[in-house]
Nanobody
Framework: QVQLVESGGGLVQSGGSLRLSCEAS????????IGWFRQAPGKEREGVSC????????YYADSVKGRFTISREDDKNTVHLQMNDLKPEDTAVYYC????????????????WGQGTQVTVSS
């Protein structure tokens, strides 16, 4: 049974940092890519970053490039999202999801999502 559990959210001041973690179970790291998504109140869910299981490539939304870094710990089957220089517009519920494809032009989500973790950035 595939499960994804996020942790690491919280309240931080503008300019601060948080590290989100997505612990996966039910599959090995070479089976699926992992993506981070976020959804702010009243807005559509958007892709933030993904880590490709096939070659370790990483991709980022333009809004977070240079501030967020995605990485994977294979021995723990965990993907992290290090978020630096946080801004109030980063406030959202962050979700991780298993992806069938993580590439520069296309991300394919599967029906495996975590429960989400709240990130709130105060100005």
């Amino acid at each position: 049974q595939v499960q994804l559990v996020e942790s690491g959210g919280g309240l931080v001041q503008s300019g601060g940092s948080l590290r989100l973690s997505c612990e996966a179970s039910g599959f090995t790291p070479d089976r699926y890519s992992i993506g981070w998504f976020r959804q702010a109140p009243g807005k559509e869910r958007e892709g933030v970053s993904c880590f490709s299981h096939s070659d370790g490539s990483t991709y980022y939304a333009d809004s977070v490039k240079g501030r967020f870094t995605i990485s994977r710990e294979d021995d723990k089957n965990t993907v992290h999202l290090q978020m630096n220089d946080l801004k109030p517009e980063d406030t959202a519920v962050y979700y991780c999801a298993a992806l069938g494809l993580c590439s520069r032009s296309r991300w394919e989500t599967l029906d495996y999502w975590g429960q989400g973790t709240q990130v709130t950035v105060s100005s």
